[in-house]
């Protein structure tokens, strides 16, 4: 159990809604991350939060966006969804900002919320 | 550029090792990692290595740098049953001030009796 949290576990809806993902970092992890697992992309960084500001921007449509609120827990919207948005979302925190520097800026995986677009 | 290459499959028997190779193209990685994921789970780090180093030993892993080839290896000894997961190869490198995480497509490894 990496401490990180994600809800929900599974998530069905139709082509053309909206959802919202949700994750709760580690105890003490500043820094949030949301990734996609698809079959056909591997996996893709999103985006980054850091205390609340955002911090990297990865492969993410404009379809998509995310916050991190002030206990830092994130959210990702996904609107106006497409078959192709079937995928794994995982979350994963850091303690640090992964700014320039050295150090190992290490990731704890949340278990993912896999969404299925029908 | 940015891209981080795994062969998809690898069998093995129980108690041989396993060796899982990746190559990346960025020389200004920093970190390199091995990450793992089973079957309904997140990604778990295993284990990194930090760019000026070429081996790192960890139990029954051993990662292998070599870095005039961008090419990174993940030695796993007496591999057991439950070893079989999706190994991921990731780099770190600096883009527009911050790091980046880019990982490859992941190797399944399956081990048989």
């Known amino acids: 159990d990496s401490g990180v949290t994600q809800t929900p576990k599974h998530l069905i809806t139709a082509t053309g809604q909206r959802v919202t993902l949700r994750c709760s970092p580690r105890s003490g992890d500043l820094s949030v991350y949301w990734y996609q697992q698809s079959l056909d992309q591997g996996l893709q960084f999103l985006i980054q939060?850091?205390?609340?500001?955002?911090?990297a921007k990865g492969n993410i449509l404009e379809r998509f966006s995310a916050q991190q609120f002030p206990d830092l827990h994130s959210e990702l919207n996904l609107s106006s969804l497409e078959l192709g948005d079937s995928a794994l979302y995982f979350c994963a925190s850091s303690p640090v900002s992964g700014g320039p520097g050295l150090d190992r800026n290490e990731q704890f995986f949340g278990p993912g919320t896999r969404l299925t677009v029908l | 550029g940015e891209d981080v290459e795994q062969s998809l499959f690898l069998s093995v028997r129980e108690g041989d090792s396993s060796v899982i190779n990746c190559t990346y193209t960025d020389s200004s990685s920093t970190y390199l990692y091995w990450y793992k994921q089973e079957p309904g789970a997140g990604l778990q780090l295993l284990t990194y290595?930090?760019?000026?180093?070429d081996m790192k030993q960890d139990q029954r892993l051993t990662v292998l740098l070599n870095k005039k080839d961008k090419h990174l290896s993940l030695r796993i000894a007496d591999t057991q049953t439950g070893d079989s997961a999706i190994y991921f190869c990731a780099e770190r490198f600096p883009s527009g001030g911050y790091n980046k995480l880019i990982f490859g497509a992941g190797t399944r490894l399956a081990v048989h009796p």
């Open positions: 939060y850091y205390n609340g500001e955002e911090r």
């Open positions: 290595i930090f760019s000026n180093m």
